[in-house]
């Protein structure tokens, strides 16, 4: 079964064979494998020949149990794994036609805790249009792209009021911090969004944030793909699982289905929260 690609939906456009994507979308990957070095010699294939595609305006959510190379998967996707392979292309122009940085500014990876450097959020906010690769595109860029009052508008429009861009970045929130790693990364416009549990450890009301914050960039064209393992927020387009080494796309939840997978996710934290044992796979969401 390893490498196959299945489609639960119907939707013909969204099977991942390597036929259908071969042209057209956004962003495409195939024949990516993953072979990784075992502890005490040897290795292990996690997965192998997978497909997959994304295109501008997609929320794709990707799901599946512990080590099933979901994260290795996306950085595959991010050329930031030198134990993957594939072939990657973006608006049909393969990877290797770009230097890996410049591929990583296109498709951008965030882990699920970034660290922010500098003396204050909008320094650390500025920090990536410092490195070297970026001033080509600066130079294109409005005067006061990195302002003060540029950075300030942009976090008010995503939402992001109540963070002072004065502060030391590390007086912020978990919350807080992880919507200035993902405000950061958007500022530098990815094409692809890859985020890995960014909202991993949040409270239901910033974990909210976050999801509004990824929706936001999808609706301005961004492909942006989750992994997740809270309950199904109804912000995903399309689902995927990855599993047994296949990756697999399976139906969205109905709103019905969304709405009762979310109380039982706050059920599941408050117990947490008390101390009690939640059962991850209960609220997991990913129809297994
Ligand atoms: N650098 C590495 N060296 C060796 N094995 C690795 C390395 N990175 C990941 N693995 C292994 O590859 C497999 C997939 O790991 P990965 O982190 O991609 O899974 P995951 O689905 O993202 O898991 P989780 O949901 O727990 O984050 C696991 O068995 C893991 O132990």
């Known amino acids: 079964m390893e490498g196959e690609v299945v489609s639960e939906t119907g939707n013909a456009s969204h099977a991942s064979t390597g036929a259908q994507t071969a042209a057209g979308h956004l962003f495409t990957a195939h024949d990516v494998t993953a072979v ?3 502890h005490g010699g040897g290795e292990t294939t996690v997965f192998q020949g997978l497909s997959f595609h994304v295109d501008g305006g997609e929320v794709v959510d990707l799901t ?3 080590g099933s190379g979901k994260s290795t998967l996306l950085t595959a996707f991010a050329r930031l794994n030198v134990h993957t392979s594939g072939t990657f292309a973006l608006d049909g122009k393969n990877s290797d036609a770009f230097t890996p940085q410049q591929w990583r500014i296109n498709v951008a990876y965030l882990p699920q805790t970034s660290t922010l450097i500098g003396e204050t959020v909008a320094d650390a906010i500025r920090l990536p249009w410092t490195f070297k690769i970026r001033q080509s595109e600066r130079a294109n860029e409005p005067k006061d792209m990195l302002s003060d009052a540029h950075i300030r508008a942009t976090l008010d429009r995503m939402g992001c009021q109540d963070i002072d861009l ?4 590390r007086d912020l929130s978990g919350g807080q911090a ?3 790693s993902l405000a950061r990364t ?3 416009k990815p094409r692809v969004l890859l985020a890995d549990e960014v909202d991993a450890g949040l409270d239901e009301e910033n974990a909210d944030k976050v999801a509004d914050l990824l929706k936001l960039a999808a609706q301005e064209g961004t492909a942006v793909v989750r992994i ?4 199904p927020d109804g912000r995903a387009t399309r689902m995927m699982v990855l599993k047994d080494g296949v990756l697999r796309e399976v139906p969205l939840p109905t709103a019905a289905q969304v709405a009762a997978a979310q109380r039982a996710d706050v059920v599941g934290a408050a117990s947490a929260a008390n101390g009690a044992s939640a059962d991850g796979n209960a609220t997991d969401g990913n129809g297994e």
């Open 36 to 38: 990784m070095p075992r």
């Open 64 to 66: 599946g149990p512990s």
């Open 166 to 169: 004065d502060r030391p970045p």
């Open 178 to 180: 992880a919507r200035v």
């Open 186 to 188: 958007l500022l530098t």
């Open 228 to 231: 997740r393992h809270r309950a």
